[in-house]
């Protein structure tokens, strides 16, 4: 059986994606999801969900809406309402149904331990364990016989040794695999008493509805390259025309193997809560197998993506995931959002710890120009919890701090400064700031720049920290900078 190319399905681009709720929005389906959407957007077509929660057991509406939060959140909006799986079952028992009356699918009665003692007997041989097919052709009177011991059965779909499966793929070109390779007659659905057809299965199901969706290309990680190969033969049994398939390359991590639950941080959910912002991830995973074209750079929203984006650039390779990058475009979408921005993220992270909630520093105003000055040093949104922290609780000083309190002059400068210092909570500016900071060098006749060391070390706790001059104006809107002048004042020398 071949899929030539050109032959397949022509019309609307229609791609969906088909994630199944046992989990969390993991970065690779995430990275899935984005190239089908940049796909569907570049063609004017329609990019679908479909919820693959058949398997009963492990699928929780819990993740459905986690994946659905994600994937929002992201930026990836959907065509339509999301195509449930499990409401589908009787069109997938149809289709079984359609393919054992046309001699396509048969029951298979062989028990667990007949199936387990053939795969230890290929096992000693050296084989590779696939089903020998033994009840493909079993006679009217084999079959009453098992039924009459009251055997269940599955339903298995055949695959001939010899068939060829060819297909064009969009990211890889010719594919090619022999039905040999896929392990013998395939189970489609699940043991059930022989009179009836049991819970249909993954590589079914998934023609089934990709059939009845009119999708137009399937794009999902090439650890699916098989199940196309075992697909495109179930296309064929069923008469439905196959839709073009593109298989993108695994996410890999440091050492160069699948990105797995074992690398940590891997859920949309984990990255969103250290900081990242959608932008950012949704820039980086678009770069995670796909290179932009010359001249657009790495740095690009979504919908500047969709406006170029093609197969022909997706690598065949595995994609490294690479922090440093995901950083870097996390820091250049922050340092340029606007403050009002900043302090719609920043506000919920704040609030969380109770900070921002009364007083000067509940003032949206107040607020945003702290964003100002933070945004140039941010690379997460978690650094701007951390790096506002001094402004919302008094911070209590490092060792440097401390030994900067003990410098010569130090004290004499600051309480020359706090004797200066303006009453009242108006805005200090910065060139009030400067005027006073010269008259205590003149007065008090310290070096400037230990007078600055000291206020920094009076008002923030650390010798690090933004800009002084705009430091000091925040704190003293809150009224913030004469209590912790005097509060350095009193810290003991050490
Ligand atoms: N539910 C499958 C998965 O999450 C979908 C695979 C496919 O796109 O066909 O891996």
Not at 144 to 163: L, N
Not at 321 to 338: A, E, I
Not at 343 to 360: I, N, V
Request: charged share 25%; proline share 5%; net charge negative.
């Amino acid at each position: 059986m071949a899929q030539a190319i050109g032959m397949a399905l022509q019309g609307p681009v229609r791609v969906r994606l088909a994630p199944s709720p046992t989990g969390t929005l993991h970065i690779g389906t995430a990275r899935t999801a984005v190239f089908n959407w940049l796909f569907a957007r570049r063609h004017g077509g329609q990019f679908l969900l479909r919820i693959e929660d058949t398997d009963r057991e492990r699928s929780r509406q819990e993740y459905t809406d986690n994946i659905l939060e994600g994937l929002g959140w992201l930026g990836l909006d959907w065509d339509g309402e999301p195509v449930i799986q499990s409401d589908r079952v009787d069109d997938h028992r149809d289709a079984i149904g359609r393919l054992l009356a046309s001699g396509h699918a048969y029951r298979c009665y062989a028990k667990e331990a007949e199936l387990s003692a053939m795969r230890e007997h290929q096992q000693a041989e050296s084989r590779a364990p696939r089903y020998d097919n033994r009840h493909r052709d079993l006679s009217p009177d084999q079959e009453r016989a098992f039924q009459a011991e009251g055997r269940e059965a599955v339903i298995r779909f055949r695959i001939d040794d010899e068939a060829t499966i060819r297909w064009h793929d969009l990211v890889r070109g010719a594919m090619e695999w022999r039905g040999s390779d896929l392990g013998g007659d395939m189970v489609i659905a699940r043991r059930a008493p022989a009179d009836r057809i049991g819970d249909p299965l993954y590589n079914l199901v998934v023609v089934v509805d990709d059939a009845d969706m009119a999708i137009s290309h399937v794009i999902r990680g090439e650890d699916h390259i098989a199940n196309t190969a075992k697909q495109l033969l179930l296309y064929e049994a069923l008469r439905a025309p196959a839709p073009l398939f593109a298989h993108t390359p695994l996410i890999l991590n440091q050492e160069g193997k699948k990105l797995s639950k074992r690398d940590g941080v891997t859920s949309i959910s984990d990255f969103r809560a250290m900081g990242y912002t959608a932008e950012a991830l949704a820039n980086y995973m678009t770069l995670l197998g796909w290179s932009p074209p010359e001249g657009m750079g790495e740095r690009f929203t979504l919908a500047e993506a969709a406006e170029v984006f093609d197969f022909e650039r997706v690598n065949r390779a595995g994609a490294r995931f690479d922090w440093d990058k995901l950083n870097w475009l996390n820091g250049q979408v922050l340092h340029g959002l606007d403050a009002v921005s900043l302090q719609q993220q920043l506000l919920p992270l704040w609030t969380a710890r109770g900070w921002g909630l009364e007083g000067a520093s509940a003032d949206p105003d107040w607020q945003r120009q702290l964003c100002e000055l933070l945004a140039p040093s941010l690379s997460l949104l978690a650094d701007g919890v951390a790096q506002a922290e001094p402004f919302f609780t008094t911070p209590t000083p490092d060792a440097a701090a401390l030994a900067q309190l003990d410098a010569a002059g130090a004290r004499p400068a600051l309480a020359s400064v706090l004797a200066a210092l303006p009453d009242g909570k108006a805005p200090l500016g910065a060139e009030q700031a400067q005027a006073l900071l010269a008259k205590v060098v003149a007065s008090a006749g310290v070096k400037k720049g230990v007078l600055m060391k000291s206020l920094r070390a009076a008002l923030l706790g650390s010798l690090q920290g933004p800009d002084l001059v705009a430091t000091w104006d925040l704190l003293h809107r809150s009224g913030d900078d004469h209590r912790r002048i005097a509060a350095a004042l009193e810290t003991p020398p050490a």
